[in-house]
């Protein structure tokens, strides 16, 4: 019962979001991204109840949670009271499931009933999780406060009390909610970005390819681990993946409240991650390029920029500047861990030579990634060979594939405490949906999946029309 | 008929994909030994003490020994001083890796240090294990009987 109730706030918070975003998806996509969002507004909740003093009990917490869904639902509730809502048919999920989407279907569902039952029963807990976040938040629970007698421990070992809030707050309320171990929300997250990213993905193909995609990248063994593992990596490829989606998709259709939700998707991402911060920034030439293709004057092109980067700016200011220097009774000096020789330029060039030979073409990177990474290989090759164009979708999510790779080299260029084998590794999970959107939206398989479209309704393949 | 041949395709793609190289490897491995697991564990629930036993090890049963002990203790603020897990792998040729204090604070609630830490000279309590994983207490009654526990262990490492 304390689940349903938590996951019908997550909703309705989320709903209330994309409501005040004007985010209009069909209801399979809006289902999942409510929730999603849902669970990113109730991580912040314990986190800012913190920086107001207001002590961590279950009646403040889970108060403040329903406050808070009820703020952003007001818009919605004021329209309901001038004028009831009919719904309509169309704002019903319509489940229309072909019977070959069946295989996926069922071996998905088993590899996430396997990854919730880890998550809820037998959850594996990481020395990062234990000597840091999980940490915080057992005692948070006991004493009231993120600031709690942890602090009072040797923590000369660590510096995973300086992470973000975000998995502590979750924390603190699951188990609040009576979870010993917590961490529900992290199957909430897996199972709403499996099912909005199937919706997405069938949208450009043939679901037979779009369940492929999906059992590719859910069958990556690093990644699928840390569906039950809690960490702060899995909910931040998630948070910038739905951030890219949106930011590519009002490039396209130049919807504003598109690329204000990106935005703050991007600002949730960082607030996760604090190093986001300068993947966010790598992204805004993207922006510039668009705008400078439309003709905008200089200024507006700063406002937008400004816009996109704010959110992430102001996640970083209250985790990192703010929680950690004020509020913390023990202080992180971050500069004091930044590369103090930065014109020396060639470990940059070995961050780069090491991430790609060691964790995405090796023996080892297959056990991390399986196989996906040489399929979008191969299609990425058969295209620039056979077709020698892309899509201008294609493009773009090549465009956020190389950021985030040349991101990824810089921050371990730049911090030498973003070590190879472990934060550029999983730093690495940002890549892999972007990957799979690449492959969504290549020529190659939009054609394919045009066929096997044609064929499946019965139309002889010579009559095809020119799709794609 | 056509939907019938396609769902053969389907069926035959998620073999491939998870029957394929490493995939079966991993697929064996993780998800279906989990399923395993979950068949097993279903019979017979355990309780949350007990999956923290089975999920973190001897370690963990080892500071629920040491917290046990210590419930006996006459002290109201106690520093525990633990071996260096260097001393455990090099010297007594066994598999112990006790957690760093965060970790042990977060088991048991009791404070803890290492020979290099940085409040070093607060610890009242010295936490012996024998290659039985067997725990033993010792009170630090002075600082020169710190100072000869320090020189002792000096040249083993605190491994993380």
């Known amino acids: 019962m304390t689940l349903f109730l938590l996951i019908c706030c997550h909703f309705f918070s989320g709903y209330g979001l994309l409501d005040l975003f004007n985010i209009r998806q069909k209801p399979l996509v809006t289902l999942p991204l409510a929730l999603l969002t849902g669970v990113a507004v109730a991580s912040c909740v314990p986190f800012l109840l913190q920086l107001a003093y207001c002590p961590l009990y279950p009646a403040t917490v889970f108060g403040a949670l329903g406050l808070s869904c009820l703020l952003l639902n007001i818009r919605g509730l004021a329209r309901a009271y001038r004028k009831w809502p009919r719904i309509g048919r169309n704002m019903m999920p319509r489940l229309r499931i072909r019977v070959y989407e069946l295989p996926f279907i069922l071996i998905l569902s088993f590899l996430v009933f396997v990854s919730v039952w880890r998550c809820y029963y037998q959850p594996p807990t990481s020395r990062d999780a234990l000597s840091g976040p999980e940490a915080i938040a057992e005692y948070a629970v006991r004493e009231h406060t993120l600031i709690n007698s942890f602090f009072t421990t040797d923590l000369s070992t660590t510096n995973n009390q300086f992470k973000s809030p975000y998995l502590t707050s979750l924390q603190v309320i699951y188990k609040m909610a009576g979870y010993p171990f917590g961490q529900i929300w992290l199957s909430i997250i897996f199972i709403s970005y499996t099912l909005l990213l199937y919706q997405v993905l069938k949208v450009t193909l043939h679901p037979i390819l779009a369940g492929l995609l999906l059992l590719l990248m859910t069958a990556t063994p690093e990644i699928y681990a840390y569906t039950f593992l809690i960490l702060y990596d899995y909910s931040n490829m998630v948070f910038l993946f739905l951030s890219l989606y949106f930011l590519i998709d009002s490039l396209e259709s130049r919807r504003r409240s598109y690329f204000y939700f990106a935005a703050l998707l991007m600002g949730i991402a960082t607030y996760i991650r604090s190093e986001t911060l300068v993947l966010a920034a ?12 439309d003709g905008e004057p200089i200024v507006k092109m700063a406002w937008t920029t400004g816009i996109f980067i704010l959110p992430s700016l102001l996640s970083y200011y209250f985790t990192i500047s703010l929680y950690n220097n004020h509020y913390l009774p023990v202080h992180y000096d971050i500069a004091a861990l930044v590369n103090p020789h930065p014109f020396h330029l060639r470990p940059l060039f070995k961050a780069y030579g090491d991430i790609f030979k060691e964790l995405m073409v090796s023996e080892y990177g297959v056990r991390l990634w399986g196989y996906i990474m040489f399929v979008w290989a191969g299609v990425f090759l058969a295209e620039l060979v056979i077709l020698r164009r892309f899509t201008r979708a294609a493009r773009n999510w090549l465009y956020a594939i190389g950021i985030v790779f040349a991101g990824l080299g810089l921050l371990e260029f730049l911090l030498p405490l973003f070590e190879l084998a472990y934060a550029a590794k999983r730093g690495l999970f940002k890549i892999i949906p972007l990957m799979v959107m690449y492959l969504a939206n290549s020529q190659l398989l939009i054609r394919l999946s045009a066929r096997i479209s044609q064929w499946e309704q019965g139309r002889s393949l010579g009559s095809r029309s020119q799709q794609g | 008929m056509r939907a019938f041949l396609l769902t053969i395709i389907s069926t035959l793609t998620v073999a491939l994909v998870l029957g394929l190289g490493y995939n079966r490897v991993w697929f064996v491995d993780k998800p279906l030994y989990y399923w395993g697991s979950f068949i097993k564990e279903s019979r017979s629930p355990a309780g949350p003490g007990q999956i923290r036993k089975a999920r973190y090890g001897m370690a963990y049963t080892v500071c629920m020994q040491v ?53 070093v000279e607060k610890a009242n309590y010295f936490v012996r294990c024998n290659n039985k994983a067997e725990v033993k207490l010792e009170p630090i009654g002075s600082s020169g009987q710190l100072q000869i526990i320090l020189a002792r262990y000096q040249k083993f490492l605190s491994i993380l």
């Open chain 2, 67 to 119: 917290k046990e002990a210590m419930a006996k203790q006459p002290v109201s603020n106690p520093v525990l001083l633990f071996e260096p897990n260097g001393y455990y792998r090099d010297s007594l040729h066994m598999d112990l890796h006790l957690p760093e204090p965060a970790v042990f604070y977060y088991y048991t609630g009791l404070r803890g240090v290492w020979m290099h830490s940085p409040g």
């Open chain 1, 282 to 293: 790598l992204f805004t030439p993207i922006l510039w390029i668009r705008q400078h293709r």
